[in-house]
């Protein structure tokens, strides 16, 4: 196992994408650095580099803002498939 | 002058004309505090992700456009006047790069305009089956404060 943990390299799917801005309003791009209760994905999990997670927090932020990403994911408020009418 | 973008969510429980007369209304706001409008996108009536003052749904609306970064104070002074708005979003296109992304932004919402005959075909049966259900909702919440 620790051989195989040493070939594993981390890479950040933006900086691949060569992504230079992201918009608040494409929703489905999001999903990515999104937990399933919708909570922002740490970097140490989705790999991302230090310039693109800056970039997706403050993406992710104004979605929040503009109600089209949840805040929170709550048993009491459960958000039944907020990505529906994403197609 | 600035490159913004502003997405405003309009009261769902309005009727079609009063949602295009709202969004006029705040199209206006923007040209006479100097703004110049480059181009506008209906995103359409949409749920929420979570409610607003209990409102489910909204009816999103997008403008670009370019103004002196003065005179956005009082476009959001404006804006928070205006009971008809859920929320609105600014923002700001400053460096650069977020010029070029606010042209290409622009560039992608004129093409969606520009071909509306072909989308509106596509669209066309969902959309109306969407529309009824939001027509009715707005009724049936016109007439239950007359009814008390």
Known sequence: MAERRKYKKRFCK????KVDFMDYKDVGALRFSLSERYKIMPRRLTGNC???????????KRARAA?????????????????ENLR | MRNYENLVIVKPTLTAEEIQASVKAIEDIITS?????????????????????KNERGYFHVIYYTVAPSAITEIERRFRINEDLLRF??????????VIAFNKLVQKAQKKSETPAKEEVKTEAPAAQAE????????????????E
């Open chain 1, 14 to 17: 933006y900086c691949e994408a």
């Open chain 1, 50 to 60: 230090k310039r693109h997670q800056d970039m997706i927090s403050t993406v992710i």
């Open chain 1, 67 to 83: 109600a089209l990403v949840p805040y929170t994911v709550t048993r009491k408020a459960v958000v039944t498939a907020p990505f």
């Open chain 2, 33 to 53: 505090n100097g703004g110049e409008i480059a181009v506008t996108d209906a995103m359409g009536m949409r749920k929420l992700a979570y409610p607003i003052d």
């Open chain 2, 89 to 98: 979003v600014t923002i700001k296109y400053d460096t650069n790069r977020e």
């Open chain 2, 132 to 147: 009824a259900p939001v027509a009715e909702a707005a009724a049936e919440e016109a007439v239950a404060p007359a009814a």
